[in-house]
């Protein structure tokens, strides 16, 4: 089990303030998404934002509290049974890209993405600038992404 800490955003790029690090949920980089154009989200988002770190933390508690019940209530989700968010989830990088549904729904696209190789610009070199693709490219880069409802407090996959 991992430890707990206080969960809180950090911002460890003094030049780069979408780069983050949530202290409690993972010990790699998160990247705050603000390009408009990207393909993955569903027919009912309807304009993007920024997440806020506020957002950010009820996004990765939500995960955490609501994993479970996601893997039980999603066929899908059959080949993560049995692991546990953050013990699985803790040394991924993460990518946040925030959306409004057409219902007015806050929605997290969380992309969760990891290399074997020790050096994630090797598996994707452009991480810090275009969304991960979330199919895994071979046995060294896997990736998954997950639609957190901030609103409904509730998680999907896309």
């Known amino acids: 089990m991992a430890k707990v800490f206080a969960q809180e955003v950090v911002y460890p790029d003094k030049n780069d303030s979408s780069i983050v690090k949530?202290?409690?949920y993972y010990n790699k980089l998160g990247k705050i998404n603000s390009n408009k154009k990207?393909?993955?989200?569903?027919?009912?988002a309807d304009s993007i934002f920024i997440p806020t770190s506020q957002e950010?933390?009820?996004a990765?508690?939500?995960m955490t509290e609501k994993y479970d019940?996601?893997?039980k209530?999603?066929?899908r989700a059959k080949g993560l049974t049995g692991t546990e968010y953050k013990q699985h989830y803790y040394s991924y990088y993460r990518q946040y890209t925030g959306f409004t549904s057409k219902s007015g729904d806050k929605i997290i696209f969380t992309q969760l993405f990891k290399c074997c190789k020790k050096n994630i610009n090797k598996c994707f070199p452009n991480w810090k600038k275009e969304l991960v693709?979330?199919?895994s490219e071979g046995s060294c880069a896997i990736a998954i992404g997950?639609?957190?409802?901030?609103k409904r407090r509730k998680i999907s996959f896309p």
Do not use: H, M
């Not at 990207?38 to 009912?44: A, E, M, N, V």
């Not at 997950?146 to 901030?150: D, E, K, R, W």
């Open 22 to 24: 949530i202290k409690g």
């Open 38 to 44: 990207y393909y993955l989200f569903p027919p009912d």
């Open 56 to 58: 950010l933390l009820l």
């Open 60 to 62: 990765e508690r939500l």
């Open 69 to 71: 019940e996601f893997l």
């Open 73 to 75: 209530s999603d066929a």
């Open 133 to 135: 693709i979330p199919l």
């Open 146 to 150: 997950f639609l957190v409802n901030l």
